[in-house]
């Protein structure tokens, strides 16, 4: 089976849940997926993800792997306690046909539905693409291509920062393994670790994430906060949670311009730094040198984190432009864990709505925004001047 350990996730789905489950226990979540890639029929494969949720879900936690959560330091007991009960549960998910292709939707307890993100998009990137391509070839490419990276990077001159950030569109699980182990013997210096729990814990690796768009969405349908100030809340309630643990900001759920609105001097000496998602790189962290530079804080000082559909060559041309302005790390998905010689499919799943409430998320890159309600996405755009 493609999941065999329920730590075969990522990080920053652990810490969203653990501020959800202690800030808002009660919150009641809506996911769904949305299939990016033209002309890809997943329904022939619609068993197969059924019978691999099925077993997800009879999985739980190891004693092994909640020692590990709790040897981070920022996992709280009564979190664990909770983890260590926990089992993943279909009730409130659908699986079904639509406009002739998969749909799949889940609602219900958001502590309990949190997890499933990450783990179903695997299921789905390995269950298509397993039949795409041998799986020798499909080895011998990879490795030749992670060689070819290793190369770029020594031409540098100077250790550029990546992590792992592939796991939702991996060609498949054991690969997964073998790109983390084999970065981690031939660019030690620059592979700082991976968002994957299970892997980090095998290989020695640090665990690297922080929040998801989901954290600030949530925040636009809390009754307790006006929506003008959801990002704001959601910014604060994070820093009670964590005091000081897990300082990077995701700034795109709004837009960079909201962000930056919201992220005034008090946020900005007190975050480690922000993450990019959306929208030119170049744009984004020249906005964010300035908005340091604004309130007399050194930009090198922090660190801006990008992860926006990054291949290395990327990377190295974004770190040329910002080497010695501020300081950089690089987060690398689908070209790190499936380039191998087939087409990765584009995909996300993403919360729609909370507490019976529409939810969305706007980004800096138009065909990423997402919500199902017009009227709710008009209202939020004119709330934040977007």
């Known amino acids: 089976m493609i999941i065999q350990s329920l730590l075969d996730n990522d990080l920053y789905k652990f810490t969203m849940m653990q501020a959800f489950h202690h800030n808002f226990p009660e919150a009641q979540s809506k996911h769904k997926f949305i299939l990016r890639s033209k002309g890809v029929n997943l329904l022939p494969y619609k068993k197969q993800i059924e019978e691999e949720i099925e077993h997800m879900c009879s999985l739980s936690f190891k004693p092994e792997e909640l020692e590990f959560l709790s040897s981070l330091g920022f996992m709280k007991p009564d979190y664990l306690d909770f983890l260590e009960d926990l ?22 307890s958001l502590v309990q ?12 990137s390995e269950a298509y693409l397993r039949d795409k391509i041998n799986k020798e070839e499909a080895y011998k490419t990879g490795f030749k291509k992670i060689k070819e990276k290793v190369g770029k990077l020594e031409k540098v001159g100077h250790f550029i920062k990546f992590a792992d950030f592939g796991t939702r569109r991996r060609f498949s699980r054991e690969w997964h393994d073998l790109v983390v182990s084999t970065f981690k013997e031939l660019a ?20 690297i994430g922080t929040m998801a768009h989901e954290w600030v969405q949530a925040g636009q349908a809390l009754n307790k906060v006006q929506l003008k100030s959801s990002q704001k809340y959601m910014f604060e309630t994070w820093v009670r949670e964590y005091r000081g643990d897990l300082g990077i900001l995701l700034t795109d759920t709004i837009g960079m311009s909201a962000f930056l609105k919201d992220f005034d001097k008090y946020f900005a000496k007190l975050y480690d730094g922000c993450r990019h998602d959306s929208g030119s790189p170049y744009e984004w962290g020249d906005q964010l040198i300035n908005h340091y530079k604004s309130f007399d804080i050194d930009p090198m000082t922090k660190t801006a984190v990008f992860s926006d559909g990054l291949n290395f ?4 041309e974004i770190d040329q432009h910002f080497h010695r302005r501020i300081s950089t790390s690089y987060g690398i998905g689908t070209n ?3 380039d191998v010689g087939v087409s990765p499919l584009s995909m996300v799943i993403k919360l729609v709505g909370l507490n019976g409430n529409a939810v969305a998320k706007i980004s800096d890159e138009p065909a990423k925004a997402i919500c199902e309600d017009p009227e709710f996405l008009s209202y939020l755009k004119k709330v934040y001047h977007v």
């Not at 279909?90 to 219900?108: H, P, V």
């Not at 030690?188 to 665990?207: C, E, Q, R």
Request: charged residues 25%.
């Open 87 to 108: 089992k993943l549960k279909t009730r409130g998910m659908k699986i079904t046909e639509e406009s002739g292709n998969l749909a799949i939707t889940y609602e219900g």
């Open 113 to 124: 539905k949190i997890l499933f993100e990450v783990p179903l998009m695997a299921i789905i």
């Open 188 to 207: 030690p210096d620059n592979f700082v670790g991976t968002s994957n729990l299970y892997l980090a814990m095998k290989h020695g690796l640090k665990p």
């Open 313 to 316: 060559d990327k990377m190295i």
């Open 336 to 338: 790190v864990t499936n």
